[in-house]
């Protein structure tokens, strides 16, 4: 297997995060986007000068991302909302699962046409209590898929024409065909089986070639995978158990930013991973595209 890995993987800010999740790199800035779901926190992280500037959004968040009118959109616990990087305050815009006190939302992105997707799953992570959501620029909300576990990676083809999605438990990537004008989606079918023995499929990034960087829980790694073969194609370890999530960044889009974990971990098994739950950076030899940004 070649490696296009470039440079060794640099733990840039030893957070220490409970559950980091769902970097964003926001190309103007410069920065970071990442959130720690359990200590219900939204991040920004400077790599210039390795500021972090934390937000309590007062709730757990799944995932956070850019708008374009400079904000940043959340999926919580409590649904969705609209944090002013100024002030620090939430307005809250709606909670499609108000009536299942079971569930949070977890990772999330907007999609190519600047629609805000976002999954949930039941705090149990034992039935497929949870669903898919889509926030269109009106800000209102519909349910895209029904059945989901543990609502993770999502990504989409150079074309804008796939969709491709994780719900973990599945240890599947399943693509979709994606209009754009309307941000639906149709003909299911699964373009990657992770095996046993490499950890669990969480956040997901893709590349300038079309193949799909996805952080393994419990894996160690970040892997790359050919989502027209199916087979995995590269490999980048890290010091830390619970690779949750991964965003392509950097000037030169060519950074790897991942995000870690160290909920549910006892302490000898901490003791034997310092940097778990830490933010990550890693050079390669391909490139991947910034995040699409909300549009509402
Ligand atoms: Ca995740």
Redesign the pocket.
Known sequence: MSSIQQSPVECVYEGRAQ?G??PSWLPHEKKVLWVD?EKSLVHLFDPQTRANQTFDVGCHV?CAVPSRRGDVLIATAKGFGQLNRSSGQVTWITNPESHLPGNRF??GKADPAGRFWAGSLPYAEDSPAGGLYVLDERRVSRKALNDVT????LAWSGDHRTMYYID?PTMRVDAFDFDPATSSISNRRTVIRVPEGVGYP??MAIDDEGMLWV?M?DGWAVLRWDPRTGRQIDKVELPVARV??CCFGGENRDELYLTSATTRLDAATLAKQPLAGGLFRVKLGVKGPPPFEYIG
Not at 150 to 153: R, T, V, Y
Request: glycine share 28%; hydrophobic share 30%.
């Open positions: 559950l999740e769902g779901i799944g977890n990772d543990i609502s993770n990676g973990t969480d956040g952080g829980w949750t999530a």
